[in-house]
């Protein structure tokens, strides 16, 4: 058992979630797909000819539950919608899963920091105290002890105690569930800066869970509302006023070309823009679900506001090198979302293929046709002149 893939004379080899990926040169092996050579695949939502459950992905759901890619499912049919795993309230991926999302995470990295020494690897907690200009108490995600919190609901009737706090006050001291990597990211622009001896343009990197209230229109009961969370990646770009469109239209290109690259249907992935409303640019990177087109990335030109609420003041240390100039760069946020990443190679894998191991006409077994890169099991063979016809059909 090999712990890598060929693709291209080259392995990628399995990383740690959150390190770029080590390559090394191997041959004489080949990579297990999962799919018999000489045997036809065919993906599976055109085999099912757009049948009720390949529209709703219940096929697919029940495959992921039973091969342990997705958790949440109780015998003999999995309980939970995909609804719930887009918006990030299941109990999480599976082993496999897991696997998936990890190795899509290290393509992640590999993508953004090899060749790119201008871009560095950053982290921030996953909560903090309320900084400045940050959301009001009614505002936000807020992270505080039960006792506290009925301590503050008590004291609001007519049983307060006298200089007990209020619950305004004890909201407005709770500290802050991030829902996005964004500042924490902006927060650490500054000293970044001078490890890239104030050049331009420069960029963070980081994944990381977000959190996020479930919207009204997706709770499927009365109860409060829901948290959901997601892993997601970001690429905080820095660079001139001038060159910004530039660099949004470049990283446009390279992230389509990278989700379509990994796909067996890579037209299912695509993009349009938007401005939202000071303005401002922005792509959003879709991939066509069964029921509808699901956003997975988005690309922003923020401008300088941000850095300018992140650091109030003298701005003069947010400067950075544009040539001969010294500017203040403008940000270009690329944010993906890694949860639906997976769910959507999940749905771009699924095929049905010929069992060659039977005689029965109309015999196929549903296989997922993962990129050999993502693919959380890999499988090296040296096939030799000894093997039988069954194990050469592996590849």
């Keep these: 058992m090999a712990q890598g893939c060929r693709q291209g004379g080259r392995w990628c080899g399995r990383a740690p979630w959150g390190r770029p990926v080590l390559r090394r040169r191997l041959s004489a092996a080949r990579a297990a797909e999962g799919v018999e050579a000489g045997s036809p695949a065919r993906p599976y939502a055109v085999a099912a000819a757009g049948g009720a459950e390949a529209a709703g992905g219940e096929e697919l759901l029940e495959v992921c539950w039973r091969r342990h890619f997705l958790r949440g499912g109780a015998e003999p049919r999995p309980a939970l919608p995909w609804r719930d795993y887009l918006s990030g309230c299941h109990p999480g991926f599976g082993p496999l899963g897991a696997a998936l999302r990890s190795n899509l995470a290290a393509q992640w990295w590999d993508s953004v920091l090899a060749f790119r020494e201008q871009v560095l690897a950053v982290d921030a907690p996953l909560h903090g105290p309320p900084a400045a200009g940050a959301p009001r108490a009614g505002q936000g995600l807020r ?23 209020s619950l305004e006050e004890v909201l407005g001291s709770a500290g802050m569930l991030r829902e996005s990597l964004l500042p924490g990211a902006l927060a650490q622009y500054v000293s970044c800066l001078e490890l890239v001896n104030k050049r331009l343009p420069c960029g963070l990197a980081q994944i990381g869970v977000c959190f996020h209230s479930i919207p009204e229109s997706e709770q499927h009961n009365k109860t409060p509302a829901r948290i959901g969370e997601r892993t997601t990646s970001l690429l905080a770009w820095f660079s001139s006023p001038r060159t910004a469109g530039q660099w949004l239209d470049y990283w446009l290109r390279q992230r389509l070309q990278w989700w379509r690259k990994f796909a067996v249907g890579p037209s299912n992935f695509s993009s349009s823009d938007f401005q939202d409303e000071e ?101 090296a063979l040296d096939v030799g002149k000894g093997p039988t016809t069954e194990l050469r059909q592996v590849r």
Excluded at 311 to 339: A, E, M, Q, T
Excluded at 346 to 351: H, P, W
């Design 279 to 379: 303005g401002r640019r922005g792509f959003n990177l879709h991939y066509s679900f069964p029921w509808g087109t699901e956003t997975i990335e988005t690309l922003k030109n923020l401008g300088d506001t941000e850095l300018l609420q992140m650091y109030p003041g003298d701005s003069s240390k947010l400067l950075g090198r544009d040539g001969r100039k010294n500017v203040i760069p403008h940000v270009l946020s690329v944010s993906g979302n890694l949860d639906r990443g997976v769910l959507a190679y999940l749905f771009d894998s699924l095929q049905l293929a010929e069992n060659p191991l039977t005689k029965k006409k109309n015999s196929q077994r549903k296989v997922l046709k993962l990129h050999p890169c993502l693919a959380p099991l890999k499988v």
């Design 143 to 165: 992270l505080l002890r039960s006792e506290t919190l009925r301590e503050a609901l008590r004291g609001g009737g007519c049983s307060q105690e006298p200089g007990g706090p």
